[in-house]
T-cell receptor, first 111, second 114 residues
Framework: SQTIHQWPATLVQPVGSPLSLECTVEGTSNPNLYWYRQAAGRGLQLLFYSVGIGQISSEVPQNLSASRPQDRQFILSSKKLLLSDSGFYLC??????????FGPGTRLTVL | AQSVAQPEDQVNVAEGNPLTVKCTYSVSGNPYLFWYVQYPNRGLQFLLKYITGDNLVKGSYGFEAEFNKSQTSFHLKKPSALVSDSALYFCAVRDTSGTYKYIFGTGTRLKVLA
């Protein structure tokens, strides 16, 4: 069966520090991968998605970036965090054209 | 533009009563529709989906949803609510314009009162 992992589970970072969040999927190959941010426990904002290694589509500009160095690994990064980057970050995978499955999330607090 | 609407921010229902969480959508072509549930500080859990076939879809934890093409709706239902059903519920539709994106509603908070 397929499993999706995210780490770390929680993170507290100072403004201006770098960020690296990792997501990996087990038990499948060539999944579509997604990064979402959820603010204040409500709506989801799609940040990036990837349909293959090295293929990244960005939905939001600013100071976040994503990379997919391996088939089942998706990384969200920032060189300098802003206060507004605080939130709950969710990774998801999908065997198109079917269901998206979500990871457990990372709670990021920028102070 | 393709979209999903969840018109209610919050739904309150007494335990044991039936519940409905509303969702309407706007996409071109045949929709792929999904419901998810989220508990505090957790990821979204898949409940059920409609791709094709019967308009009444049954999912996890006793939930079901009815696809209504003429009303472009996909309401989530449960015959008898439990306090443990209290959570945040999201409706989603897969984008049919050629991208690989999913469009989510803003979420409805369900509160089941004992």
């Amino acid at each position: 069966s397929q499993t999706i992992h995210q780490w770390p589970a929680t993170l507290v970072q100072p403004v201006g520090s770098p960020l690296s969040l990792e997501c990996t999927v087990e038990g499948t190959s060539n999944p579509n991968l997604y990064w979402y941010r959820q603010a204040a426990g409500r709506g989801l904002q799609l940040l990036f998605y990837s349909v293959g290694i090295g293929q990244i589509s960005s939905e939001v500009p600013q100071n976040l970036s994503a990379s997919r160095p391996q088939d089942r690994q998706f990384i969200l990064s920032s060189k300098k965090l802003l206060l507004s980057d605080s939130g709950f970050y969710l990774c998801a995978w999908s065997p198109l054209p079917d269901t998206q499955y979500f990871g457990p999330g990372t709670r990021l607090t920028v102070l | 533009a393709q979209s999903v609407a969840q018109p209610e921010d919050q739904v309150n229902v007494a335990e044991g009563n039936p519940l409905t969480v509303k969702c309407t959508y706007s996409v071109s072509g045949n929709p792929y529709l999904f419901w998810y549930v989220q508990y505090p500080n957790r990821g979204l859990q898949f409940l059920l989906k409609y791709i094709t076939g019967d308009n009444l879809v049954k999912g996890s934890y006793g939930f079901e949803a009815e696809f209504n093409k003429s009303q472009t709706s996909f309401h989530l239902k449960k015959p008898s609510a439990l306090v443990s059903d209290s959570a945040l519920y999201f409706c989603a539709v897969r984008d049919t314009s050629g991208t690989y994106k999913y469009i989510f509603g803003t979420g409805t908070r369900l509160k089941v009162l004992a």
